[in-house]
């Protein structure tokens, strides 16, 4: 790895002896893409991105939970210092997390984890369990979970506040295709808190509590 760093260092150098001195000078990336730890799918060379292009955060199947710190860190500072304009959770087909989600078995600690997609298949058990084809019904649930994930997103107050301010951020949920390597577009993007239902969209009213 240390060599190969060093021939990837050099063929940039040839391509352009100020490249790393630019790249040290400060980044604005536009998107921030939260996405699996699977080794498969890294964010750069998925997307054909260049170092600066993308502020990523990774995590064991894409998940956006209300509580994790690391996420919502990541995201504070993605939307409101480097105020990118596009938020991507992106999942993968044949995702290890989902697919052992969709078990019984005890892992470990990552069962803590893995109880947040256990969750989506809860709340959408009526579909899964009509797809027999087990392979089919793990990249379904891949489907979902990034559809609930883009959700849990939008839920915070974070991106919410943002919207308040700014019309140009976007959350969107994509899936990569390992098969193929091509990206799909969900079509669940968002760029209001209008369709989150009424207890998930924060106003500026003031609320006494007795």
Same mark, same amino acid.
Request: proline share 0%; with cysteine; charged share 30%.
């Given at each position: 790895m240390l060599s190969g760093n060093r021939e990837w260092v050099d063929s940039k150098l040839k391509e352009d002896p100020e490249y790393f001195k630019t790249l040290a000078k400060g980044q604005s990336p536009e998107v921030l893409w939260i996405g699996c730890a699977d080794s498969r799918v890294p964010a750069n060379q998925v997307t054909g991105t260049n170092p600066g292009e993308v502020f990523v955060h990774r995590n064991i199947a894409n998940v956006c939970v209300h509580t994790d710190m690391n996420m919502l860190s990541v995201l504070d500072y993605a939307v409101n210092v480097l105020k990118v304009k596009h938020v991507i959770v992106a999942g993968h087909y044949g995702c290890g997390g989902v697919a052992a989600a969709l078990t019984n078995k005890q892992f470990g600690l990552i069962d803590n984890w893995?109880?947040?997609?256990? @969750?989506?298949?809860?709340?959408?058990?009526?579909?899964? @369990?009509?797809?027999? @084809?087990?392979?089919?019904?793990?990249?379904?649930?891949?489907?979902?979970?990034?559809?609930? /994930?883009?959700?849990?997103?939008?839920?915070?107050?974070?991106? /919410?506040?943002?919207?308040?301010e700014r019309s140009d951020l976007e959350v969107h949920g994509w899936i990569v295709d390992i098969n193929t390597g091509l990206i799909k577009d969900l079509k669940v993007s968002n760029n209001d808190s209008h369709s989150l239902g009424y207890v998930y969209e924060f106003n500026d009213d003031e609320v006494a509590v007795h």
């Open positions: 893995l109880r947040h997609i256990k @969750d989506v298949y809860r709340m959408h058990a009526h579909e899964l @369990d009509r797809i027999s @084809d087990q392979e089919a019904k793990v990249n379904r649930l891949v489907e979902l979970n990034v559809i609930e /994930q883009s959700y849990n997103l939008c839920k915070t107050t974070i991106i /919410q506040n943002a919207w308040k």
